[in-house]
């Protein structure tokens, strides 16, 4: 495994990161509690000791689930407990709230959920266009001169919404989405935090399992699986998309004896900028394309050859804008 220095973290983070959202079940069609706890103990036998959650992943289900493991586990101070604030959620629906009041309480429902007394790093979900950012900051910084937070996080930001936020807090961490297939970072916030010194935790290493090297024409999903509304997934992107995938397979292949899945995540972590990349995981047998990952690299000439492939395929690419809640609305107008 590699690990990162974070800011306010005493320990180094691995940088590959478990992701939980879809150990939450919400948006991926449920999940098995069982089989959750052995994936992120799993984890931790691979040597990654960051795991991202929220409060939003399964309504406290993920969080339920990461605290239960890693109580099993044993020894809390050797993991990066990442989870986020600032969204709300009634009859299923969820909404973005990022006032101090919502994420002064909702600290204490992650804590008691996470079975916990600190939070490593502590992210605002998404940005929330009805709360000052300078309000949102406020909190943060209160939690973390209170010790309950080590380092502090955005995701979903822009660079404006970053300064705003680090004019008046200090600003540890950033996640936004970054794939192969979903690059809007790369003119503006991978630089910009690379410059600043903030530690990017990408997420959708995978591209919800795209870039796995799994999926077929065929592949149906069920319930409220997120991929059933995913543009990458529908016609006449889809296919497109698997094109993309089997080129870049025979890519690994031939130049690094590799499979697709090890080129997304070593790509990711190669890319300047790039702290640690968030994997998706629910079962633990997924985890074993890791050990494939590390111990190599890709220079610029590969990735020059990446992205023809990519643009010989992608002609029309939508990025992952579709998963962003909504703000709170009410009839008349915007409530707080
Ligand atoms: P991802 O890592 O791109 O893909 C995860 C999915 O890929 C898994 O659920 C699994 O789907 C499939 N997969 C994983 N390993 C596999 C393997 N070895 N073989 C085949 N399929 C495999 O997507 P993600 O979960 O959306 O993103 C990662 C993490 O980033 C999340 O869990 C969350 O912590 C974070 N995230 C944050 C935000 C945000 O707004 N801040 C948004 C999205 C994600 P199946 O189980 O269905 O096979």
């Not at 010790?147 to 996640?175: H, M």
């Not at 995978?206 to 065929?218: F, I, N, Q």
């Not at 990458?232 to 992107?237: E, G, L, N, T, V």
């Not at 089997?246 to 300047?272: C, M, N, S, T």
Request: net charge negative; glycine share 8%; charged share 25%.
């Amino acid at each position: 495994m590699e690990y990162v220095k974070v800011n306010g973290i005493d320990r180094e983070a691995s940088r590959i990161g478990l992701g939980t959202w879809a150990i939450g079940g919400w948006m991926w069609g449920g999940s098995d509690a069982e089989s959750s706890v052995q994936t992120i103990l799993t984890s931790f036998e691979l040597g990654i000791n960051l795991v991202d959650t929220a409060p939003a992943y399964g309504m406290g289900m993920a969080e339920e689930i990461v605290g239960k493991a890693i109580t099993e586990f044993g020894a809390r101070a050797q993991i990066v407990i990442a989870t986020k604030a600032g969204l709300e959620w009634k009859d299923g629906d969820v909404r973005r709230n990022s006032t101090k009041e919502r994420i002064v309480h909702e600290i204490e429902d992650s804590l008691r959920r996470l079975q916990t007394d600190y939070i490593d790093i502590y992210q605002i979900h998404w940005p929330d266009p009805l709360v000052p950012v300078e309000e949102t900051a406020e909190a943060m910084r209160q939690l973390y001169n209170q010790g309950k937070i080590r380092a502090i996080g955005v995701s979903n930001y822009s660079i404006e919404q970053i300064e705003l936020f680090r004019a008046a807090a200090p600003l540890d961490t950033a996640q936004p989405p970054y794939n192969l297939f979903e690059r809007d970072i790369e003119p503006d916030v991978l630089p910009f935090c690379r410059q600043q010194s903030i530690t990017t935790l990408v997420y959708g290493a995978l591209c919800r399992g795209l870039l796995s090297g799994k999926m077929r024409p065929d592949t149906r999903f069920v319930g409220d699986d997120v991929r059933k509304i995913d543009p990458k997934f529908q016609p006449p992107r889809y296919p497109r998309y698997l094109r993309a995938v089997e080129r870049l397979d025979q890519f690994a292949r031939k130049h690094y004896g590799k499979r697709v899945i090890h080129l997304a995540v070593r790509w990711l972590l190669d890319q300047p900028g790039v702290g640690v990349a968030l994997w998706g995981a629910r079962r633990p047998e997924q985890l074993n394309a890791i050990d494939e990952v590390i111990g190599w690299s890709i220079d610029e000439a590969a990735c020059s050859a990446i992205d023809r492939i990519i643009g010989e395929t992608v002609m029309d690419p939508v990025g992952p804008q579709f998963m962003a809640p909504p703000a709170r609305k009410n009839c008349g107008g915007l409530e707080r």
